[in-house]
């Protein structure tokens, strides 16, 4: 009798455990829904980075317009790949922040940025995609040059003369 109870035990134990899963699973794709409809908050980027890491998934922030100097910390401290297409500008301050982050840094809705912006992130280590930038400016380009990681810069349709 013991021994089956044990086994009863051990089962619905088991079953317990992987329920939680798929309802973490669950709760970080309601976060990121409603993150998608409606501006994000400071909880709901904790909330996203948390479950992100807790997954072992890429933190998917493209719904985020806006970043500060605050939540930049918070991003920058996730490992792996991290999505901010939906920034279509970054100050010299929150690229230094970004440029701690130690994976793929997406900030692919940036259409141009400054030498200050381009010098921040010249010291980040890991693959940097810069894709929306069409226009690469001779001060710009010497800014990021000593970027030593993995450079994409695939949307450049032009590069100034000088």
């Known amino acids: 009798m013991n021994k089956l109870l044990n086994s009863f035990v051990r089962k619905v134990l088991f079953l ?6 798929s309802f973490v699973a669950i709760e970080c794709f309601a976060v990121d829904q409603d993150a998608a409809n409606r501006k994000l908050t400071r909880e709901d980027v904790q909330q996203i980075v948390k479950c992100s890491v807790q997954n ?11 970043l500060d100097a605050d939540m930049a910390r918070v991003v920058a401290e ?15 301050e929150v690229a230094g922040i970004l440029a701690a ?6 900030l692919e809705g940036l259409r141009s940025i400054s030498p200050a912006v381009a010098r921040a992130l010249s010291k980040h280590q890991g693959w940097l995609f810069l894709n929306g930038i ?16 993995q450079l994409y810069l ?9």
């Not at 317990?16 to 899963?21: A, C, G, N, W």
């Open 154 to 162: 695939d949307g450049v349709e032009t590069i100034t003369e000088d």
């Open 78 to 92: 996730t490992r792996g790949k991290l999505f901010l297409n939906g920034l279509t500008a970054v100050t010299p």
């Open 134 to 149: 069409r226009v690469l400016k001779k001060d710009v380009a010497l800014a990021i040059l000593p970027y030593q990681g």
């Open 16 to 21: 317990t455990i992987l329920s939680l899963q």
């Open 56 to 66: 072992g998934e890429a933190v998917d922030l493209n719904a985020l317009d806006n």
């Open 101 to 106: 982050h130690r994976g793929w840094l997406h």
